[in-house]
């Protein structure tokens, strides 16, 4: 069965929906300033953000400002964030990176995607996530949830993070980028997950092209 592009309004329709299913979808990294979102969220590269949070929560008691982190070296800060995975490689970034905001940009977190990504460790769906939470301008990251999510749903047709990102944005209006983020996250985490994607409970399996096309294959041997 060939599955047709979804229109505009059902794209509109499958949003309302996830938006029912998740009123409660937000950033679940604990965080009360935009360099502690940007902390936090560096370190939840292949990590859970519930245990990040562990972790922050007692990091963030220690260490709160860039002029903090940027004095330590990077063996120190290990010490502190050795239960994350990756935690070398996140802790010469993070020491780097609080280094390189005092140094360009008089310690504070740029706001364009271009400033963020030159920062190390930072890449595009962390700067997303930082633009859309801390400054509220309107960005849509694209974690692995969200890529498996939109690509079974049939918004994304695509492996690359980047085209995923603009093939959504270009479907919804900017003023909802950062709320879809988090339905989609929050989706993926609770029903479409990746290896057992519970689709009998699924509240837009109307809408998804990956279940259109399993029903179809089932019906017709
Ligand atoms: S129907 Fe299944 S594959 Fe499609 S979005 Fe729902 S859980 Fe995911």
Known sequence: MKVKRMSQSRVMQLFAKLAEAYPEAHCA?????????LIATMLSAQCTDARVNLVTATLFQKYRMPEDFAVLSPQTLQEDIKQLGLFRSKSENIVATSRMLLEQFQGQIPQTLEALIQLPGVGRKTANVVLSNAFAIPALAVDTHVRRVANRLGLADSPNPEVVEQ???????SSMWSQAHHWLIFHGRQVCTARKP???ICPVSEFCKFYQTKTSAILTG
């Not at 990294?29 to 979102?37: A, G, R, S």
């Not at 093939?167 to 209006?173: E, K, L, M, Y």
């Open 167 to 173: 093939q959504i944005c270009a479907r919804i209006p």
């Open 198 to 200: 519970a689709c009998s």
């Open 29 to 37: 990294l604990q965080h009360t300033t935009p360099f502690e979102l």
